[in-house]
């Protein structure tokens, strides 16, 4: 097969390899003759389209031709333009059908192995965060968490120490600063970490008195604070307080947890033309499955909603929620014409080059993520899941600042799609799934899983199972990729000014 049509009412198709001009293909009881050269990917003319009508992918409009095309021709950003604009209003129409993934009595009683946490929380790792206020003691914290590697390395009931540089904290105001506040609050609580230093200068905006204000609550065993200035050797004092954690981290050890404790946040990046094919129906397939046993998933990336976000509204559990999803798009939207962008300033160059035209193009592919499940609850950049079920998470497209918005959220785990290949790993276990099976071939070294085999005949269910084991044993403690290559990155959302 050299060409997939997604759906009946599409007016192109996927060429499933590089085409040439002059090839005859079938596509169903149809032969198409390329009249230009077609790369793996991209989008090619199942019939002829008139100028300024829609281009169809998903039963979808992608955008609207703005020539006329002829059957055959290659389709893409030559000769294709989005038909995104401002914001919009919309009609609560709920249009959720009975999803088809597993009832919850076939998955419900699976299990994994976590650390269940005093607070009766669930982490899938076992580790030591160091947690740095403001910029200025990143480097300390990168001393301390390796000196205390080192005077650690044969603890075994530790996963490992880790400090999560970040380069705000100070010299930033109002919204901005209390976003920083917030993530970093977020992360200190997370429950994969089973202890926590907070490393603070002393004279910044968000120090550790203002940090305390925002966290909330906290085990004091578990959450400990230094203020470099107020000690003579910062560092023989970190390395100290990490000893201590890791003492307290030794009280947990793994035990059987059912997988409605998992909270996995979904997201993509370096996206191809597979990517809606493959990968993203993959993991919306896991999600439709998580879900219904009672775990959690979280999508973001809005703008890469635009042009799907339809979708996603009339699968709101209730009212309520559709409104909360038409305040995320338009809100997003809001902020783009605040600094006089245009909203549809996506795909990226990769994405164009693997076979991505428009933004409705990427928004359609990248939502299957979500899979078919209701939404159940729309979170404010740096909220924190409190519902059961698919939740829509507020968070700009850039891979790194969304990944760590998903972990802040309280997942333990991102899947994360890609047609182009990253290496990217936040403080969180990231998997890497690739859309075709070139990419994980020659990145293994990068990717984790490989969804591409779905283009050469495997289905999806025998495929889903196997995925849904791969992450139940990666939240039992089997290592990703991006684990092992030490790749735990984040990156903080900033909108204001810097003083």
């Known amino acids: 097969m050299e060409l997939l049509r997604l759906n009946d009412a599409d007016n192109v198709a996927v060429a499933l390899r590089d085409l040439k001009k002059g090839e005859t293909v079938r596509l169903g009881s149809m032969e198409i003759t390329l009249l230009e050269d077609v790369p793996g990917g991209h989008k090619v003319a199942v019939s002829d389209i008139a100028e300024r009508a829609n281009v169809v992918k998903y039963g979808f409009p992608i955008g609207q031709a703005t020539k006329a095309i002829r059957g055959g021709e290659w389709v893409h950003t030559h000769n294709t333009h989005t038909n995104l604009a401002g914001t919009l209003s919309y009609q609560y129409a709920p249009g959720y059908q009975e999803r088809n993934a597993q009832t919850p009595s076939e998955r419900s009683k699976d299990t994994f ?92 905006n968000s120090n550790v008195g203002e940090i ?163 939404v159940v609850d729309v979170l404010d950049y740096a909220g924190r899941v409190m519902c059961r079920g698919l939740n829509l998470l507020a968070a700009p497209g850039n891979d790194m600042v969304a990944a760590t918005a998903l972990a802040a959220a309280g997942c333990q785990m991102v899947l994360f799609t890609t047609g182009r290949g990253t290496p990217l790993g936040t403080c969180v276990p990231t998997v890497k799934v690739s859309t075709n099976s070139g990419l994980y071939q020659r990145k293994s070294h990068w990717i984790d899983f490989d969804a591409g085999v779905l283009l050469n ?17 990666v939240a039992s403690g089997e290592a990703t990729k991006a684990e092992n290559l030490g790749f735990r990155d984040i990156a903080i959302f900033k909108n204001g000014v810097t003083l």
């Not at 996963?159 to 992360?187: N, W």
């Open 457 to 473: 005949g495997t289905s999806m269910e025998d495929l889903a199972d196997d995925f849904w084991k791969y992450v139940l044993r």
């Open 212 to 374: 305390k204000k925002v966290l909330g609550d906290y085990n004091e065993e578990r959450v400990k604070f230094l203020v470099a200035q107020e000690v003579e050797d910062e560092l023989a004092a970190g390395v100290e307080i990490v000893r201590k954690l890791a003492d307290y981290a030794e009280r947990f050890q793994r035990e059987k947890c059912p997988v409605s404790e998992l909270t996995i946040g979904l997201k993509c990046g370096g996206s191809d033309g597979f990517s809606g094919i493959t990968a993203n129906p993959l993991v919306g397939a896991f999600s439709d499955r998580l879900t219904a046993a009672g775990g959690a998933t979280v999508l973001t990336e809005v703008p890469e909603m635009f042009g799907a976000e339809t979708l996603l509204m009339n699968r709101a559990v209730n009212e309520e929620v559709f409104a909360k999803t038409v305040r995320l798009v338009n809100d997003f939207k809001d902020y783009y014409a605040s600094y006089k962008q245009p909203i549809y300033e996506n795909p990226s160059p990769g994405n164009k080059k693997g076979g991505i035209t428009t933004l409705e193009d990427k928004s359609l592919g990248c939502t299957q993520k979500g899979g078919t499940s209701e």
């Open 113 to 204: 192995w976590g650390y269940r946490r005093e607070d009766g929380r669930v982490g899938i790792r076992n580790e030591i965060w160091i947690v740095p206020t403001v910029s200025c003691v990143n480097r300390v914290a990168e001393l301390i968490a390796r000196e205390a590697r080192e005077a650690l390395k044969d603890r075994l009931g530790l996963d490992g120490v880790f400090e999560f540089k970040h380069p705000y904290g100070c010299s930033q105001m109002g919204e901005d600063q209390l976003r920083t506040q917030q993530i970093l609050a977020d992360l200190i609580q997370h429950p994969n970490a089973a202890g926590v230093l907070v490393l603070g200068l002393g004279c910044e």
